[in-house]
């Protein structure tokens, strides 16, 4: 009787330059590399275990995917003056493909839906490892396209600052949009546009033959990703600049006066009780906020009678400037002026209450 002989076949795989990277990162396997399998045949004749049987190697080179990443840095709309000049916006520029990519990155200050847009608008890169924009010598450099396009390595990341002026004339509230986009610049070098407006911008899956990475095997496709997508453009961020032209209120008056026999008449030797009200709008805010009140020579400033309805850290209401370089607030009697030190105020919050006494001399 003529027995059967059946092969068993098992598959494994080889991964020759195989590099995985984490599950944190979309991008997944990088551009360029080689996957390599490789098929086994395992068998035996009659009980007998034969030599395994080896596949041809089955060699596969990984594609460029080709996808970017724009945020808006900025919690809010930025506040500014009206007029202003070079008014920062921060965005951040990622490139989620699985290559290294130079990004061509395009400022939109002109978009519909707002009440004024910017102008002398630029890009700024950083580049002098302090944070936020810094211009001139040692600073960030100014972004040129086709110049100095930020190259990216997958999951990289970058800042960019759109800097505008804002033209004078403007009402409070007023809102301007302005866009940053971050596009391959592979897609702009095949497709000639770095627009997504454009009918020749490529849509997602689109393939550009050996320009991609370059791997052992040479240069890989180059495929345009996800955030291309016109229905919902990742590699496109929208930040914006809102008129803030009142972002302090301070008033002044008299609470009371109380002349040497009771009264209430401004005589030599009445006390005079002063106020001043300071005041930023929710949705505002004002660095350094510093109020002086020269008091004028018919008046003599009372000593201790300042105080302050909220100070920022490291100041007090208590005339004596100490500690040195800490402390900024209190009567200089030098000047003859009263000092208060209010830091970096951000409104919504309740107005901030100064009193202090003056008598007549």
Request: aromatic letters at 4%.
């Amino acid at each position: 009787m003529r027995s059967r002989v059946w092969g068993f076949l098992t598959l494994s795989a080889a991964a020759g330059l195989l590099s995985l990277p984490s599950r944190a990162h979309a991008v997944g396997t990088a551009a360029g590399l080689s996957i390599d399998t490789q098929a086994t045949a395992s068998y035996a004749i009659q009980g007998a275990p034969q030599p395994d049987v080896v596949s041809n190697v089955d060699r596969l080179s990984v594609d460029e995917i080709l996808d970017s990443l724009v945020t808006d840095d900025d919690a809010a709309p930025v506040s500014v003056a009206s007029p202003s000049s070079v008014d920062v916006l921060t965005f951040s520029v990622a490139n989620t493909g699985n290559g290294s990519e130079p990004m061509r990155l395009v400022a939109e200050p002109q978009l519909a839906g707002d009440q004024f847009d910017p102008t002398q608008v630029a890009i700024y890169l950083e580049s002098n490892g302090t944070p936020g924009l810094q211009i001139g010598a040692g600073g960030d450099a100014l972004y040129a396209a086709g110049g100095n396009d930020p190259v990216l390595a997958a999951n990289a990341v970058t800042i960019a600052y759109v800097v505008g002026d804002v033209p004078a004339g403007l009402s409070s509230g007023a809102v301007a949009r302005v866009g940053l986009r971050a596009v391959a610049k592979t897609i702009f070098a095949e497709s000639g546009t770095d627009d997504p407006a454009n009918a020749a911008f490529p849509a997602p899956g689109t393939t550009y033959p050996n320009a991609g990475d370059t791997g052992p095997q040479g240069a890989v496709a180059a495929v345009v990703g996800k955030s291309a997508d016109r229905t919902a453009l990742a590699l496109r961020a929208e930040g914006s600049y809102r008129v803030a032209n009142a972002a302090v209120s301070i008033a002044k008056s008299v609470r009371a006066v109380t002349d040497p026999s009771g009264g209430a008449r401004v005589v030599p030797g009445a006390t005079i009780e002063y106020q001043i009200t300071v005041g930023v709008p929710a949705g505002t805010s004002a660095a350094g906020l510093l109020v002086t009140d020269p008091i004028p020579s018919e008046l003599d400033y009372m000593p201790g009678s300042l105080t302050v309805s909220a100070l920022p850290s490291g100041e007090n209401a208590d005339d004596d400037f100490l500690p040195t370089n800490v402390d900024h607030t209190g009567f200089d009697a030098t000047s003859h002026t009263v000092i208060v030190d209010l830091g970096d105020a951000v409104g919504g919050g309740a107005p901030v209450t100064i009193d202090f006494k003056a008598k007549v001399r």
